[in-house]
């Protein structure tokens, strides 16, 4: 004889099923969220270490106020990104120069990408308001810079 006599025997196991899938156990909710931290450890982490135009303890207050581009620069083991950002845009260049793809990142995902050119200069649009960050994708690795407000 057939297992499921009929439609709502079946619906009835299945819905046990799914009640006992749903009751996952604290400590395995806990192991998830911590495995799902690890899941960019093997991207480099570029820090905004040598300069930043709005942070230059020798520019003027007024020179400072005067500054219609922000100039960033980051850097991770033998990779430099230097930018500059305007009302217009992002314009930047990865050195040592190379081939690859910059994208542009909120918190939300990525806003736009464009490709390195062969002196590895990249242009974007304006960026949104609030934190950003870029990620570079060059020669088969991944960094990201620290987040930054522009």
């Known amino acids: 004889m057939d297992r499921w006599e009929s439609d ?9 099923a799914l009640a006992e899938a749903a009751a996952v156990p604290p400590a395995f909710a806990r192991a998830a969220r911590a495995a799902y931290t690890w899941r960019t450890v093997d991207v480099e982490l570029m820090l905004l270490t040598s300069y930043d135009s709005v942070l230059d303890a020798g520019l003027a207050d007024r020179a400072r106020a005067a500054l219609t ?17 305007t009302e217009a845009g992002i314009a930047g260049q990865v050195l040592p120069a190379r ?17 390195l050119d062969a002196l590895g200069f990249f242009l974007l649009g304006p960026p949104p308001s609030g934190p950003v960050r870029l990620r570079c994708e060059v020669d088969g690795s991944t960094v990201v810079t620290d987040w930054v407000c522009v």
């Open 8 to 16: 709502e025997v079946l619906l009835r196991e299945l819905t046990e």
């Open 69 to 85: 581009a922000r100039q960033l620069v980051f850097d991770a083991e033998g990779i430099s990104v230097q930018v500059e950002v």
């Open 99 to 115: 081939s690859g793809r910059v994208e542009l990142l909120t918190a939300t995902g990525p806003v736009e990408a464009a490709e």
